[in-house]
């Protein structure tokens, strides 16, 4: 009785703590609704955790300033896009890391964690110039193809791939006949699924929040992701003007993050346990 006693206490702390952190984490997002009902000086003056009255004049500001639903569409396609690119081609490039034997693929794998140590901000006069050499600017290419080559997506699913996938699994198919590429594609590829919904989901989210690039390539408004034009909107006019409205973008904003997570999670989850041979 009293071992029964002592457990049944140990997880009902561990369940009171794990309310209280999911209770830390949310409020922030909660603090975000909150001051998108609020206007910019009530928010500098004050500290509420209750709904203001602010809500219709502060999407009166942003529908003035700002296209929102064109702000979506574009961020919504960048990051669509940028998330399958990432994602096959990675998923390809590890495969071929990890089971494939030629000379200099130890060179080449030495090379890919070097890039990984670069920042990407030592390179960004470099690519604006290269740009604007191809013609470029103000266009979606450059913010689309470098997802093609994703280092450290490559060096995840390569060590990811030779953790959970044994290389005697592909010898029956390639007795059978198949091809490399219907072996990646019939075999390799579903056992990769829950490592690549992992990277799916920072790319969906790292693509979906990325503001530096596009605010240097893209100089037509109409063409211009959500994170510009939010900034745009706090320029604006006086910042304890648009507070509120900029609360209430950011958290409207959050909404596919959300959803990608949702979507993506169950996929982790259900390959949690999954095996690729049975015993």
């Known amino acids: 009785m009293a071992a029964k006693t002592k457990t049944k206490s140990m997880k009902a702390l561990l369940y009171f703590f794990l309310v209280v952190l999911a209770v830390l984490c949310f409020t922030p997002f909660w603090l975000m609704i909150v001051n998108s009902t609020r206007t910019g000086n009530e928010i500098m003056t004050s500290f509420s955790l209750w709904p203001g009255n602010s809500l219709a004049s502060n999407w009166k500001v942003v529908s003035d300033n700002m296209n929102l639903g064109r702000g979506f569409l574009n961020s919504i396609f960048l990051a669509v896009c940028n998330t399958i690119l990432v994602s096959y081609f990675s998923a390809l490039t590890a495969y071929g890391l990890a089971f494939y034997k030629f000379r200099g693929a130890k060179t080449l794998f030495v090379t890919l964690l070097v890039f990984m140590m670069v920042p990407s901000q030592l390179s ?40 959970v996938m044994p290389r005697s699994i592909l010898e029956a198919p390639r007795v059978d006949g198949a091809g490399e590429l219907k072996i990646f594609h019939r075999i390799a590829l ?72 949702c979507f993506f999670s169950k996929y982790i989850i259900s390959g949690i346990s999954a095996g690729s041979v049975k015993e």
């Open 124 to 163: 960004l006069l470099g690519f604006y110039d290269l740009c604007n050499k191809l013609n470029m600017i103000d266009s979606y290419w450059p913010l689309i193809l470098p997802s093609i080559a994703s280092p450290a997506t490559v060096f995840f699913l390569r060590q990811y791939i030779l953790s």
């Open 190 to 261: 579903p056992i990769m699924a829950p490592g690549i919904a992992t990277m799916a989901i920072g790319t969906f989210i790292g693509s979906w929040n990325n503001y530096l690039i596009p605010m240097m390539l893209i100089n037509t408004p109409e063409k211009r992701p959500l994170p510009v034009m939010v900034a745009e909107l706090s320029a604006v006019r006086d910042i304890t003007t648009n507070l509120g409205a900029t609360y209430l973008v950011v958290a409207v904003s959050v909404v596919p993050i959300m959803i990608s997570f």
